[in-house]
């Protein structure tokens, strides 16, 4: 199936056009008129193939060529070719071809000049066509690019909600581990102690009572090592939070990263990490691609009341490029929580995340 | 000019072609009735086996397209201009040898002039150099060999009969006569008419710019993009 773009009709009318001037010229069969039809098919298929950005022009050539021969040579060849030049002109938008007319008006038979403006009303609607055309497909383009965001933002939306049910398991898990370990578990071991040490001064008790006593000790001894394990395997083994920031500046090859974190990161919640450690990794993934940097500085900043990641390096500075797709993601996603993401590369490039503590 | 060597083997591996790049043109050449006479058919005859010739030359590329080939060829460090160039110079090294052979034969054993002998020569520099790319260019519309090959093996006899290769055009009536005009054919056989008739004219050296047009017109439509 043909799509019916403007320049899929002008390559029709065009063939069409050149094969009409090869049946005037079956008429004639001058050579000097097959010579300036072969050169001109040249000069269309020069135009066709190479794609520099004002080939266009090189059809003022066609017109010179074709209105020489026009005034010098055969009548019909010469108007034939130069109706044909006169309609790529103005489908090229080479509007001043148009003041051909006004010689030809002068020279041509009325219903020769007649095809010769209609051709050229036809090129010049073809042009406007083609304009408005790819203003359309830019703006479909824009849209389609729009979209093509959206839902990647999306997939790393739903990509973040599962990492953070996973940090939230993990930190859950900590949290009980560490509240066993601290609370129930010294308790149950200081206990375990002063049983141990009553032992001692019960050597003189009814052997039924100390052979008791004996196992119930082994029983609490048994149940303090229970415990002590599943403390030991409840305790997170990934990284997370700060631990988890400084593991991926370690990690990066680059150059040195300067990694500070002050305040009690221990009131950020999980869904703040995450977002932190991903503008962290986004950040320092453009480096890798993009700075020159010899140094990276990455201040966490903690307060009761928000959260400030500030990730500063000296490479490329100057203006500021639009965002990337990854650092505009994480902006959306830094406002959804409240939080904001700002770039300034005045004398250091510096990006700067904060976000409140609700 | 690795690939330039590998396709000048890979052309000549095909027996067909050997027959039509050497064999053909040089049983042509030696038989005197074709070269001498008021209508020498010898070179119409000549110029056929050049077309058919470099066609078969030129099939190496659409088996490159075939087969893939092409996509490793061109992963290594060589340019797709670089590629095409190289087939190109391949494909026209048969028929240059026979204008060569040709012009020296007709120089010394029909006692052509100089002239003359220059300008047959032109003639079919010029004519390999149109037949070569249009081989390219329609090799460039087909994706497999055996299309290629019926389609050309039933557009050759039509090529050959309008152009005036087998038997002059006055013969074809009416406006048949100047159809073939859109083949380099027909200029190569207008070129030799008129040189037999007159020698060298103005309108010697128009037929030699068409050919050279020609070869234009076939390397931009059968050129380099295209190929893959």
Redesign the interface.
């Given at each position: 199936m043909i799509n019916y773009s403007p320049v899929t009709i002008f390559k029709l009318l065009s063939v069409a056009g050149f094969s009409l001037t090869?049946v005037i010229?079956?008429q004639h069969?001058d050579?000097?008129g097959?010579?300036l039809l072969?050169?001109l098919?040249?000069m269309y298929?020069?135009r066709?193939?190479l794609r520099w950005p004002h080939v266009k022009y090189t059809i003022v050539i066609d017109l010179l060529a074709a209105l020489i021969f026009f005034i010098f040579f055969n009548g019909s060849i010469g108007e034939a070719t130069l109706d044909l030049a006169m309609f790529q002109a103005l489908f090229w938008g080479i509007y001043p071809a148009g003041l051909f007319i006004l010689y030809l008006a002068f020279v041509l038979e009325p219903i020769s000049l007649v095809l010769t403006i209609c051709m050229t009303l036809c090129g010049m609607l073809l042009n406007f066509w083609k304009k408005e055309w790819i203003s359309k497909l830019e703006l479909r383009d824009q849209s389609n690019k729009r979209y093509y965001e959206l839902e990647s933002l999306q997939n790393d939306l739903t990509a973040t909600l599962a990492q953070v049910e996973q940090m939230t398991i993990i930190a859950e898990r900590s949290r009980i581990s560490r509240d066993i370990h601290d609370n129930a578990g010294h308790e149950i071991i200081a206990a375990f102690i002063s049983l141990q040490t009553a032992r001692s001064l019960m050597e003189n008790a009814d052997p039924e009572v100390l052979e008791l006593y004996d196992m119930a000790l082994e029983r609490l001894n048994l149940g303090v090592e229970k415990m002590r394990n599943a403390v030991h395997n409840m305790s997170a083994v990934t990284f997370m939070g700060v631990d988890s920031m400084r593991e991926i500046c370690g990690r990066f090859p680059i150059c040195p990263v300067d990694f500070q974190a002050v305040g009690d990161t221990s009131v950020v919640t999980t869904n703040i990490w995450n977002v932190m450690e991903a503008c962290l990794s986004e950040s320092l993934t453009n480096i890798t691609r993009h700075s020159q940097a010899t140094y990276v500085t990455v201040e966490l900043d903690a307060t009761p009341h928000l959260v400030r990641l500030m990730i500063e390096n000296d490479g490329v500075t100057g203006t500021i490029k639009p965002l990337g797709s990854g650092l505009r993601n994480l902006r959306h996603r830094a406002t959804i929580i409240g939080g904001n993401l700002s770039v300034d590369a005045s004398d250091k490039f510096r990006l700067i995340c904060v976000i409140p503590i609700k | 000019m690795t690939i330039f060597t590998f396709a000048l083997i890979r052309g000549f591996r095909n027996p067909l072609s050997l027959i039509c790049n050497a064999i053909i043109p040089l049983g042509l050449i030696f038989v005197r009735n074709l070269w001498v006479g008021d209508a020498p058919t010898g070179f119409g005859m000549v110029a056929l086996a050049m077309m058919t010739g470099a066609y078969l030359m030129a099939q190496g590329i659409l088996k490159d397209k075939e087969d893939g080939a092409i996509i490793r060829i061109l992963s290594a460090p060589v340019s797709m201009l670089n590629y095409f160039m190289q087939n190109l110079l391949a494909c026209m090294v048969p028929p240059m040898i026979q204008v060569a052979l040709l012009s020296t034969v007709g120089f010394l054993r029909y006692d052509w002039k100089l002239y003359f002998t220059l300008a047959v020569a032109l003639c079919y520099t010029m004519f390999t150099m149109a037949t070569v790319a249009f081989s390219f260019a329609w090799h460039s519309f087909f994706k497999s060999k055996e299309n290629s090959n019926n389609g050309f093996m039933a557009a050759i006899m039509f090529i050959a009969a309008l152009g005036g290769l087998l038997f002059p055009v006055s013969q074809l009536p009416g406006f048949l006569q100047y159809v073939g005009a859109i083949f380099p054919a027909y200029w190569v056989s207008q070129s030799f008419n008129i040189l037999l008739e007159g020698g060298i004219s103005s309108e010697f050296w128009l037929f030699q710019a068409i050919l050279f047009l020609f070869t234009v017109a076939y390397l931009l439509y059968g050129g380099k993009r295209k190929i893959v």
């Open positions: 090869f010229w079956l069969t050579t000097e097959f010579l072969l050169f098919v040249v298929l020069t066709w193939r | -």
